[in-house]
T-cell receptor, first 115, second 110 residues
Framework: EPEVTQTPSHQVTQMGQEVILRCVPI?????FYWYRQILGQKVEFLVS????????KSEIFDDQFSVERPDGSNFTLKIRSTKLEDSAMYFC?????????????FGPGTRLTVL | GENVEQHPSTLSVQEGDSAVIKCTYS??????FPWYKQELGKRPQLIID???NVGEKKDQRIAVTLNKTAKHFSLHITETQPEDSAVYFC?????????WGAGTKLIIKP
């Protein structure tokens, strides 16, 4: 059964550094998402992406964040200058049709630790 | 902004008993309500969802009910088993994004 994959599984970085989190969505899916989950807290929506552009973003997704689909398979989340409070689990998800009305499939997550 | 409230935060039930988790939402335009299960250290996985055109949906031991008037929906798990132990999240759609509840940690006591 196809799954969403994410790399790396754990990223440790210094405050102020740039990080890029990578995701490979399920191949026939058209909608892509990033979420974050601070340890022990709820899952928070960051951004949705469709047809090579951002379709929706939350207040969390400020100018420090960007997303890109550099080729036909990868979907990346970049944080330009990491802050301590960016430490969290970041989940990528994808859906075949609009995920605001249909199942989203989640990757295993990347645990980001900002020191 | 729109919000989803989820209760209780922790639920401990005897194996074999039923568990009920409740959520309320604020956006009257919401029309999709998924429930995700997250085991420790794992990714969230959809277990059941309901759309606003129905009031109840059942899948084996799991059922979800929706009251659009009151803007609340509930997850019911019957005949609970040890493998049901996990954190359960409700969500609702609002402005093309999913708004998640805070989660319920379900503990199944042997």
């Amino acid at each position: 059964e196809p799954e969403v994959t994410q790399t790396p599984s754990h990223q440790v970085t210094q405050m102020g550094q740039e990080v890029i989190l990578r995701c490979v969505p399920i191949s026939n899916h058209l909608y892509f998402y990033w979420y974050r989950q601070i340890l022990g807290q709820k899952v928070e929506f960051l951004v949705s992406f469709y047809n090579n552009e951002i379709s929706e973003k939350s207040e969390i997704f400020d100018d420090q964040f960007s997303v890109e689909r550099p080729d036909g398979s990868n979907f990346t989340l970049k944080i330009r200058s990491t802050k301590l409070e960016d430490s969290a689990m970041y989940f990528c998800a994808s859906s075949e049709v609009s995920g605001s009305y249909n199942e989203q499939f989640f990757g295993p997550g990347t645990r980001l630790t900002v020191l | 902004g729109e919000n989803v409230e989820q209760h209780p935060s922790t639920l401990s039930v005897q194996e074999g008993d039923s568990a009920v988790i409740k959520c309320t939402y604020s956006d009257s335009a919401s029309n999709y309500f998924p429930w995700y299960k997250q085991e420790l250290g794992k990714r969230p996985q959809l277990i059941i969802d309901i759309r606003s055109n129905v009031g109840e949906k059942k899948d084996q031991r799991i059922a979800v009910t929706l009251n659009k008037t009151a803007k609340h929906f509930s997850l019911h798990i019957t005949e609970t088993q040890p493998e049901d132990s996990a954190v359960y999240f409700c969500a609702s759609n609002s402005n093309y994004q999913l708004i998640w509840g805070a989660g319920t940690k379900l503990i199944i006591k042997p």
